[in-house]
C-alpha cells in the first residue's frame, strides 16, 4: 500500500517595521496563486522544526537573518482536505527582530502595508483568513 502526505506544513512570518506595517510579498507569475500578496514564507522540509524551516526560507526569499529562537507562533489556517490531495497547513509566526535590509532574491515584489492597506490586497484564502483571525 503507497502511504500518501496528509498534510503539507508551510511556515510564515509576520514581519512588523518601526511604523507598525506589516511585510508582504508578491507571488511570482509562475506559482500558484500568481499576482496575490501573501506573508513570506515556504515549506517546511522532512525533519525540520518549523522556525527552522522559517529561517532558512525568509533568508533564501529576503536576504534578511532570523533567529529560531525570536519567533512566537501567531496562528494557523489549512487549505484542503488531504483525500484528493495532501492539505496545506499554514504556521504562522510573529518575528520580533532580524537582521539586514529586505530584498526580493527570487524576484518578488515585497512591500510593507499598513492594516487598511492589507484589506485591499489581493491575497491567497489562507493568508487572508489568517490575517482576518491575527488582526483581531
Same mark, same amino acid.
Given at each position: 500500500m503507497k502511504e500518501s502526505i496528509a498534510f503539507m506544513p508551510v511556515a510564515a512570518a509576520c514581519l512588523r517595521d518601526r511604523e507598525g506595517r506589516f511585510l508582504l510579498q508578491q507571488m511570482?507569475? +509562475?506559482?500558484? +496563486?500568481?499576482?496575490?500578496w501573501e506573508f513570506p514564507g515556504g515549506k517546511i522540509e522532512a525533519q525540520e522544526l518549523p522556525e527552522a524551516a522559517l529561517a532558512r526560507e525568509i533568508h533564501e526569499e529576503l536576504g534578511i537573518m532570523l533567529d529560531p529562537q525570536g519567533l512566537s507562533p501567531a496562528g494557523f489556517a489549512r487549505e484542503g482536505d488531504g483525500v484528493s490531495a495532501p492539505a496545506i497547513l499554514l504556521l504562522l509566526?510573529?518575528?520580533?527582530h532580524w537582521?539586514?535590509?529586505?530584498q526580493g532574491c527570487e524576484g518578488q515584489n515585497w512591500a510593507w502595508f499598513d492594516e487598511k492597506e492589507i484589506e485591499t490586497l489581493p491575497m491567497p484564502p489562507m493568508d487572508r483568513h489568517i490575517w482576518e483571525k491575527y488582526k483581531k
Open positions: 511570482l507569475p +509562475h506559482k500558484r +496563486h500568481a499576482g496575490l509566526f510573529d518575528v520580533a537582521q539586514g535590509s529586505p
